[in-house]
């Protein structure tokens, strides 16, 4: 399998940028109140779209970073609203999207198979904890259960380092990538900051696209218009959410300037 072409044929580009469209929180969770209605969510996330389409990303990824603090297994009331708001906004979306509910991998493919979503972010392996405590992902699970339910097509993006926490594997990065990639059947790699909108140190991001030249590596977040250019050289695409909302603040609105402008910034970098 020649992973970087059919990561090109997903997303129709070498490098694409994949703008987030964050839910607000939804029902059942803690941040969810009277103001967040699935009627409100859906505003928001079309006001969110509308931007994105008119500025020219090349793929979104809906995301529920509103339902924090995380799951490894949420509620049906999630995946029943998540997959509600998501249909009424993809008459709007134009070019190849995905999705995630975190951290949950086995309600991300239930998603995916119901919206009709091209690719997913998530866990798939690994042991960790941190923030939102013991999370444990078995990837046999998971990937019987998307064989079960007739979503093989659905390209799988995972990261193998904590988001706010630690991995309970102490071997080096690289080391659980290659007998990953020997056992997943995985399409890219995901590698993030310490938690959202922060990114990684250049240097070890570096080092992972030198050791695997030939596996589509995803900036999964803190990328902004500032760090852009010096990370994009190794990176085969790139996720951003926070630095396009107001005041930068994940949780906000989109801001039409700031999405602008990453976006501009983005398309210069990979010239």
Known sequence: MNYLE???KIFGCDK???????????????????????????????HDAAILMENGVDAVVFANEGDR??????????????????????????VPYGCGCLID??????????????????????????????????????FRY???????????????????GVCLDTRPIEAQISSGLAALPISGIL?????????????????VKKAFPEIPLILGSGANKDNIADLMPYCDG?????????DQYLYNEMDPERAKEFIAAAKAARK
């Open 6 to 8: 059919e990561h090109k």
């Open 16 to 46: 694409p940028i994949i703008g987030c469209l964050h839910l607000l929180p939804l029902p059942g969770t803690p941040y969810y109140n009277e103001e967040t209605t699935i009627e409100k969510n859906i505003e928001r996330l079309k």
């Open 69 to 94: 603090p995380y799951l490894t297994s949420v509620g049906p009331e999630v995946i029943a609203a998540y997959v509600r708001v998501v249909t009424e906004v993809l008459p709007m979306i134009h």
């Open 105 to 142: 991998p086995i309600a991300t493919l239930a998603i995916a198979k119901a919206i009709g979503a091209k690719f997913i972010r998530t866990y798939v392996t690994n042991s960790y904890e941190g923030t939102f405590g013991h999370q444990e992902f078995c990837p046999a699970e998971v």
């Open 146 to 164: 998307r064989h079960q339910i007739d979503a093989d097509d659905v390209h799988v993006y995972t990261y193998f380092d904590a988001h706010a």
């Open 191 to 207: 590698v993030g900051g310490p938690r959202a909108g922060l990114p990684p140190e250049t240097s070890a991001f570096a080092n």
């Open 238 to 246: 790139l996720i951003v959410g926070t630095t396009t909302k107001r």
